[in-house]
């Protein structure tokens, strides 16, 4: 059996991210190769693909079955990858999974004929399956953890449990993508992701709700396994960390740490965590086993905001945890939502300031965005104040919820002028030259473009 997984492109003008591996679609790839289909990846990003030269590709290979995966910013591309899919290959089976639709599942079979199953939450054990049951003959209609049509109506089936034993999992399948289109300035970045699920319950993520309350770990030898093999295999020397927090447990991070060293491994990475999930020694033990960068979730400087979110952090914790970072050597990245429900100008400011005030080495400012399957959605559903559901603008730069304290354009402007301040201060770019030729170029071309912006906006062109 012949299984494509697509990875759709972003929507035409949208931030795009720097390209890694997707490592939903690598583990899927990997789990499905380990069972011996016959697997390939069209990863549109990395391509440069449009619809039109995805669905050429499509109709040259003829899968049995097309896997896409969507983020809710590009779930309208998904939904258009799908449609061409079934345009090139009528008999295939059409399968969207990803964290937008776990929670969008029913809306998703509604507004797309072409797609045929949703998968919710883990993807590997029930692609499988539907693997198995299709290879067999059999009905799929009944597998945990999908929503599908059933006698012309849309079923939701009960979700699957998640994977216990994350060891059992094979490595992500990199071989099959393109390697050297997902080069930036020189060099291939490899994601790697240790754990599942979450301890906390902040209003603004959907982590917790995709792959549970409970934080599940690989082992420390696992983990550096992974790094060895892709070393090995492709040279690699430059990995990012992906959890959405590293140092839950901060023996284990310790333990990753001491195996890195142990095996006299020369190798940089970064990684995100919370600012109460370190200590000053871990911070140190991280940075003597090639941790150059720590991205920190600050969120907000307004204790009222932080706990609005639900973070469960104070401007405290956020500053002693910058402080230690800096004294071990670690460069800081600071993520900041702004535009949270009830926020005042008074309160953006006050965080804008807090994060001047922090000197981090860089900084992004997200507008708070309600991604479905959060409560913050729910929130802005309940009140009326959702103002779009184009998808397309999830984007984190953009408004798409009313606030009684602020206009939407307005808050554009703030977080234009932050990114302003902070980029365009003197001294910035030669404090951050020679940071390493990646982050350097990255830092380079952000003042560029901030600069650019604001000579626009000083001559009025929109």
């Given at each position: ?179 050297e289109r997902l080069r930036k300035h020189g060099t291939v970045i490899f ?272």
């Amino acid at each position: 059996m012949h299984i494509t997984l697509v990875n759709p492109p972003y929507p035409i003008g949208s931030h795009q991210h720097p390209p890694f591996t997707p490592l939903g679609l690598g583990y899927l790839a990997a789990v499905l190769e380990k069972y011996q289909y016959e697997i390939d990846v069209i990863d549109c990003q990395a391509l440069r693909f449009s619809y039109e030269e995805f669905r050429s590709e499509i109709s040259k290979r003829q899968p049995d079955i097309v896997g896409i995966t969507s983020t809710t910013l590009t779930y309208k591309s998904a939904l258009q990858i799908a449609k061409k899919a079934k345009e090139a290959c009528p008999n295939c089976l059409t399968i969207l999974g990803g964290s937008h639709v776990s929670f969008w599942d029913k809306e998703a079979l509604q507004e797309c004929s072409s797609l045929d199953i949703i998968v919710r939450k883990e993807g590997e054990n029930t692609m499988l399956e539907i693997a198995e049951r299709i290879e067999a003959g059999k009905n799929y209609q009944d597998v945990l953890g999908i929503t599908c049509r059933k006698d012309g109506k849309i079923v939701k089936n009960p979700d699957r449990a998640y994977i216990e034993n994350l060891n059992d999992m094979p490595f992500p399948a990199h071989h099959l993508w393109p390697i050297e289109r997902l080069r930036k300035h020189g060099t291939v970045i490899f994601p790697l992701v240790t754990s599942r699920g979450c301890v906390y319950w902040c209003d603004f993520c959907t982590a917790v709700r995709m792959f549970g309350r409970r934080y599940r770990m690989r082992s420390p030898k696992n983990v550096v396994d992974e790094i060895e093999y892709l070393q090995k295999t492709f040279g690699a020397h430059q990995f990012t960390f992906y959890d959405d927090a590293f140092t839950v447990d901060q023996e284990r991070a310790a333990e990753i740490c001491r195996e890195i060293k142990n095996r006299k491994m020369k190798i940089e990475w970064d990684c995100e965590t919370r600012v109460d999930m370190v200590t000053k020694d871990l911070l140190c033990t991280m940075k003597e086993a090639g941790c150059f960068a720590v991205w920190f979730g600050v969120e907000s400087g307004s204790q009222p905001v932080l706990d609005a979110m639900r973070k469960g952090i104070t401007p405290a914790q956020t500053i002693k945890a910058f402080k230690w970072a800096k004294e071990v050597g670690l460069m800081t990245v600071a993520n900041v939502v702004l535009g949270f429900p009830g926020e005042t100008r008074e309160s953006i400011w006050e965080t804008i300031k807090f994060i001047e005030r922090l000197s981090p080495n860089d900084v992004g400012y997200y507008i708070a965005t309600p991604y479905p399957g959060t409560p913050l959605y729910e929130h802005v559903v309940e009140d009326g104040l959702l103002t779009t559901t184009d998808f397309n603008k999830f984007d984190t730069a953009t408004p798409v919820f009313k606030m009684e304290t602020i206009t939407g354009q307005e808050l554009r402007d703030i977080r234009e002028r932050a990114f302003q301040r902070f980029y365009l201060r003197p001294g910035y770019f030669f404090s951050m030259i020679g940071k390493g030729r990646f982050w350097s170029f990255s830092i380079i071309r952000t003042i560029l473009a901030h600069f650019r912006r604001a000579v626009k906006l000083r001559l009025g062109i929109k």
